[in-house]
């Protein structure tokens, strides 16, 4: 299955669940890779900007590893393949930092409320006295969610009008109302539960930069990452069925036969080979303008008679 994922896609599966294996093995043995590569409060004796980038491949259980890889493996994919591996793999850090700087700016916003510049300790439930110092080194943030949600966001930024299923919905529902959805149930959860351990704001902080790099890179279409890749996609497909076609006519043994013949077959086989090749491009332009599920059913065999062609 992993030779089928794109390969940014797939190292990062690889990467985060190694960092989750190491964390489980190495924790019983006194080193706490969260505490060392989680990102801290910029204010916290254990804070290292390197952590806004290590933060990112670091989860606190199996199922928070779980939810983040599959969402990654099946949006993810789909969003590399489109832009390419630089620009996804930009795209995907640099919205991971920007879920960081914004989980930073609510934490100084609760430190500031809180005045706990004013104090050298403060009393935690269930922990007695703590020292201001120590309380704010626990203040750590891990997990890949805010570039996570920064993918979902390009999926439905790149592929609007593409329906998908969404457990428990017992319909699909177009993608950018997915994710709309998915940044509103964020905002509610960050407004009503500001203490659940949650990173409500640095989710929606993922897709906050993701939504302003994407539009730069639309506003300005020549800057060195290439921001026609879902046209050349399909360009590419486009590509790839006409060169197997010119392949397959090459290898093809044509019996010997009369002149007039000969030329009145190849004019037929000719008008056939661009009649076909005239489905599928209107075929594959149909998917680039709406989606793969716009299609018939007749239209779907089409393009899959074609692939087996290749």
């Known amino acids: 299955m992993l030779r089928n994922i794109p390969i940014i896609t797939k190292n990062l599966l690889i990467i985060n669940v190694l960092a989750y294996l ?30 806004f980038v290590t933060y990112q491949f670091l989860h606190g259980s199996f199922m928070h590893l779980f939810f983040n890889m599959f969402a990654l493996w099946m949006f993810g ?14 795209y995907y850090i640099f919205c991971g ?17 809180e005045g706990l510049a004013a104090y050298e300790y403060v009393n935690i439930t269930g922990y007695g006295s ?5 309380y704010l080194n626990q203040w750590c943030t891990i997990g890949a969610s805010g570039a996570v949600y920064a993918i979902l966001l390009a999926f439905g930024m790149t592929f609007p009008e593409d329906r998908i299923f969404i457990f428990p919905l017992p319909i699909p529902i177009k993608a950018k109302w997915f994710v709309i959805g998915y940044a509103a149930i964020e905002l509610f959860s960050a407004m009503s539960s500001p203490g659940d351990g949650v990173a409500h ?17 639309r506003k300005h279409p020549d800057n060195h990452f290439d921001m026609s890749g879902g046209q050349q ?3 590419q497909m486009k590509r790839n069925f006409g060169q197997q076609r010119q392949r397959n006519s ?10 007039s013949a000969t030329r009145e077959d190849d ?18 332009d149909k998917i680039r303008r709406s989606g793969y599920d716009s299609l018939t059913k007749e239209e779907k065999q089409t393009l899959f008679d074609a692939s087996r062609e290749r």
């Open 22 to 51: 190491a964390t489980v093995v190495l924790e019983p043995r006194g080193i706490d890779l969260n505490q060392w590569g989680g990102l801290h409060f910029f204010m916290a004796s254990d804070f290292h900007l390197f952590q």
């Open 267 to 284: 004019m037929a086989y000719n008008a056939r080979k661009k009649a076909r090749q005239d489905e599928i491009d209107a075929i594959l």
């Open 250 to 259: 090459h290898m093809r043994a044509e019996p010997q036969q009369p002149r």
């Open 97 to 113: 930092i920007g879920a960081g700087i914004c989980q930073e700016v609510v934490q100084y916003v609760t430190y500031a409320n």
């Open 201 to 217: 704001m640095a989710h929606l902080g993922g897709m906050l930069f993701g939504f302003f790099l994407i539009r730069y890179w």
């Open 233 to 235: 996609f399909f360009d």
């Open 77 to 90: 994919g789909v969003v590399e393949h489109v832009w390419g591996s630089k620009k996804f793999i930009f």
């Open 130 to 134: 703590m020292a201001v110092g120590d």
